[in-house]
């Protein structure tokens, strides 16, 4: 799922409350392009905040309540469903798995819909 959104050019960054080595490990395990570790949860938004205006566009995908500052500063917070109530709450979206997959499912829909959208626009 990762590689799927690699190659639609998105950037996967691992944004972890856990220490550098145990977080390295997984996303080298994932294949993220960058991993952000040891970080405080009041913090996670901080840190959208400044890819936003490093002109990102940011997705945050999270499931806990330590990352619902995170999901609500993002440009899309992606709540998994399976997470707690303070993240689904938080969470733009909610992914009713806690699949990853499900990311790039959303991305793609969003897309379509967006085209549909477009298309009607043009047509009334």
């Known amino acids: 799922a990762i590689q799927a959104l690699k190659k639609m050019g998105k950037k996967i960054i691992l ?5 550098k080595k145990s977080a390295a490990y997984v996303a080298s395990l994932v294949g993220a392009d960058q991993v952000i570790a040891e970080v405080l949860p009041e913090d996670k938004a901080e840190v959208v905040k400044d890819l936003q205006e490093k002109g990102e566009i940011v997705l945050m995908a999270g499931d806990g309540i330590n990352d619902s500052p995170g999901l609500v500063q993002a440009d899309i917070g992606a709540a998994m469903g399976k997470g707690s109530d303070t993240a689904i709450e938080a ?14 499912d959303a991305l793609v829909l969003s897309r379509l819909t967006l085209r549909v959208i477009k298309q009607n626009l043009f047509w009334a």
């Not at 909610?94 to 990311?103: A, E, V």
């Open 15 to 19: 944004l972890s409350g856990d220490n």
């Open 91 to 104: 969470g733009d979206i909610i992914l009713m798995n806690s699949n990853i997959s499900s990311i790039k």
